[in-house]
């Protein structure tokens, strides 16, 4: 991504406005639903405001899209490779996310995120939208999920509804993992077309890449 309508702050900012409008809402609205002040909004709105993990997850709850309905949308041609150093990371209370891809097919869409859970911290998540699943490449995570707290450890996996409040703490120093977001392709703010996460290349795996259930 280059400039600032590729970054995540300019597509945040159109895609905010578009899924807004379809829902019908006032800043004022939205700023009541979120617990998101208006100020913020506008400046989301209008591509100056640094949107944080909390904020971004908070729009996707109220709005009832994906994440990366809100952070994306350039549609690649043909097979792609992401490089890390070429992703923008999106940041929030103890937390990294890198988003690498969107594979999409049938009634299935699954966002492929590079999440980083920071030494000693704790994000704390309201809900949102989708099923959500995570497997933990190194470290110590401790994930609680409407009350029901769940220890994991290198090559574990969990899932859960993402609806639910849940949580997550490293419990051992930073703890890498893979966090894959499940949507149904109705919950879309895009219809028209398959659009992807931002990145660029070559690589088998794309688009067109079959999603199980």
């Known amino acids: 991504m280059s400039g600032p309508e590729g970054s ?4 945040l900012a159109l895609n905010l406005k578009r899924a807004r409008a379809q829902r019908g809402l006032s800043i004022s609205e939205l700023s009541r639903r979120s617990k998101i002040g208006k100020a913020t909004l506008s400046q989301l709105e209008s591509g100056t405001g640094n949107p944080t ?9 109220v709005l009832e899209v994906p994440i990366s309905d809100l952070l994306d949308t350039q549609q690649p041609a043909g097979l792609r490779v992401v490089r890390a150093k070429d ?3 999106l940041s929030g209370q103890g937390i990294d996310l890198r988003p690498l891809q969107r594979i999409e097919e049938g009634q299935a869409v699954f966002e492929v995120y590079d999440q980083q859970v920071r030494a000693g911290e704790r994000r704390d998540s309201l809900g ?7 497997i933990v490449q190194a470290g110590r995570l401790q994930i ?10 290198a090559g574990d996996y969990v899932g859960f509804d993402a609806t639910l409040p849940h949580s997550y703490a490293a419990l051992d120093g930073t703890v890498r993992s893979v966090l894959l977001l499940q949507y149904r392709a109705d919950q879309r703010l895009h219809h028209d077309a398959p659009h992807s996460l931002p990145g660029e290349g070559a690589l088998c795996g794309g ?3 079959p999603a199980g259930e």
């Open 8 to 11: 995540i702050r300019g597509m």
């Open 53 to 61: 993990i909390e904020t971004v997850f908070s729009l996707s709850r």
């Open 87 to 89: 992703v923008e990371m």
């Open 128 to 134: 949102h939208v989708g099923i959500e699943h995570t």
């Open 144 to 153: 609680t999920v409407d009350g029901h707290e769940v220890e994991l450890e």
């Open 207 to 209: 688009p067109g890449t």
